[in-house]
Each structure stands twice: as C-alpha cells, then as structure tokens.
Nanobody, 116 residues
C-alpha cells in the first residue's frame, strides 16, 4: 500500500530555515507528481508546492522565493526546503502523492512551529 512518512518539522525562530523530507513507498515514485500541503488550526488544507515527474515545480504565491521543493528518485524522497520562515507559515505540513486532481495519498503530517 501507499505509505508516505514525513520528517523534519520542529520549532524555529522567524527568519530561520527547516528542511522537510517525505519518504514514499508502495508507489512508482519516479512517475508520480508529489506535493506538499499545509493546514493551520481552523483553516483548510492548502497547497504549498508540487513537483512533477519531470521536475516541473509549482508554488503557492506566499512561499515563492522562500521555499524550494525537490525530489530524489533514487531515494523515493521529496523535500521541502523552507527559508525565511514567518509565523504565518506555522502549520502541519503534509506530503501527498498526487494520482489525479481528486485522488491523493497523504502522509501523517509534521508540525512546523515558527516563533516570532
């Protein structure tokens, strides 16, 4: 079965950096679009970034220039490098394997807390 395991979350001061990782299994990783989403308390889950099998990337407007999504197909892992973090970036970050516009598999999430 599909399994996605995120890691790398934690507490960081505003302006700091974190690198999230998501290890995937149960899928042909190299052929799959992968994404990072986040959900803050009392808010809907929102797209942060996606990366296709051809490594085309897409970012939410409020993270452009600060976050970078990348993938290592040899390790079945997708990363999210987050720089210049702001308090409003605090959320649970979820990795997703995107099979179609309506079909995604999710990881369990990793908490990112940004102190001001």
């Amino acid at each position: 079965q599909v399994r996605l395991v995120e890691s790398g979350g934690g507490l960081v001061q505003a302006g700091g950096s974190l690198r999230l990782s998501c290890a995937a299994s149960g899928i042909v990783f190299s052929t799959r679009t992968m994404g990072w989403y986040r959900q803050a308390p009392e808010k809907q889950r929102e797209l942060v970034a996606t990366i296709t099998s051809g490594e085309t990337t897409n970012y939410a407007d409020d993270v452009k220039g600060r976050f970078t999504i990348s993938r290592d197909n040899a390790k079945n892992t997708v990363y999210l490098q987050m720089n210049s973090l702001k308090p409003e970036d605090a959320a649970v970050y979820y990795c997703a394997a995107i099979f179609s516009p309506l079909t995604r598999y999710w990881g369990q999430g990793t908490q990112v807390t940004v102190s001001s």
